[in-house]
């Protein structure tokens, strides 16, 4: 015992939060040192405070906590640079992410982008035969969700060969920013049926009228295609519908982000 600190005295030395060290130690990343069974009081050594720095850092830079252990536990050097390298990418793409992003916002600001240059058309679309998958999700985890969403969907297209009908589509049915959580809907349009699949769904949506424009780049800033089509629906005298849909044109596997192409659609119904 003699070597050993109560956590709130491992809590200063390692900065790190009393609730973040038992998460840790929840999550098998940093394990007390001793447990009084009676109280169930965790105690740390000294020892464990390199440890506790290195998951601090890791953390600090958004690594995700199975590939922190898999550096930490990481048999040999090799093992552990993959896991470095492959986040290095992550991490660069953020940036890039968030540099195209400041880059758009200034335009923004100084009113560089034009919502009214945005050409808006009427379309009928049939009815369709859907699979869809509805998710939770946060600013944060939008992206990682979105692209796993569209994976878990048509492999599961794929098992019962229902065949795609179309490019993949979203529907945000509540707002996500970064100060809430909201629902979002992913799905492809599919040839025939679809049985329902796990959380993936089949489901036969309705003819409707919708007002859509195209909008190229990225997709952090389609907000002024959004703009544009509903400030056409209120000058046309048309009442909205149901949520606005995201259609991917291409996918952004195959093309960078300024060549990104992305329908909007509002759904509407027209004025009697």
């Known amino acids: 015992m003699d070597n050993l600190i109560p956590i709130g005295r491992f809590s200063r030395v390692s900065r790190l939060s009393i609730k ?40 600090s830079l958004d690594m995700p906590l199975d590939e922190i252990r898999t550096v930490l536990e990481a048999p040999d050097h090799l093992t552990a640079a993959r896991v470095y390298e492959r986040h290095g990418r992550r991490l660069q793409e953020q940036l890039d992410r968030h540099t195209r992003m400041l880059s758009f916002l200034r ?3 100084t009113q560089e982008v ?19 998958l509805r998710q939770q999700v946060t ?15 048509a492999a599961a297209i794929e098992r019962c060969g229902a065949g795609f009908a179309g490019p993949p589509f979203l529907i945000m049915t509540e707002p996500v920013d970064a100060e809430s959580a909201g629902e979002i809907e992913l799905g492809f349009p599919v040839a025939s049926p679809f049985p329902s699949d796990g959380q993936v769904l089949g489901q036969e949506e309705p003819a409707r009228m919708v007002a859509a424009t195209v909008h190229q780049g990225p997709y952090d800033a389609a907000g002024p295609a959004y703009a544009a089509v509903e400030a056409w629906i209120q000058e046309h005298g048309h009442a909205g519908a149901g949520a606005p849909r995201e259609v991917y044109l291409n996918s952004p596997d195959q093309v960078p982000p300024p060549e990104y192409l992305t329908e909007i659609q509002f759904p509407i119904s027209l004025p009697v």
């Open 20 to 59: 973040a060290l038992r998460h840790y130690d929840d999550a098998g990343l940093l394990t007390p040192a001793w447990v009084d069974p009676s109280s169930g009081y965790r105690y740390y050594s000294y020892a464990q405070a390199n440890r506790a720095e290195a998951i601090r850092m890791l953390r």
């Open 107 to 109: 335009r923004l600001v």
């Open 114 to 132: 034009d919502p009214m240059s945005y050409d808006i058309t009427l379309k009928q679309l049939p009815a369709q035969h859907t699979a869809v």
């Open 139 to 153: 600013a944060a985890t939008i992206g990682p969700s979105v692209g796993q969403g569209f994976a878990t969907i």
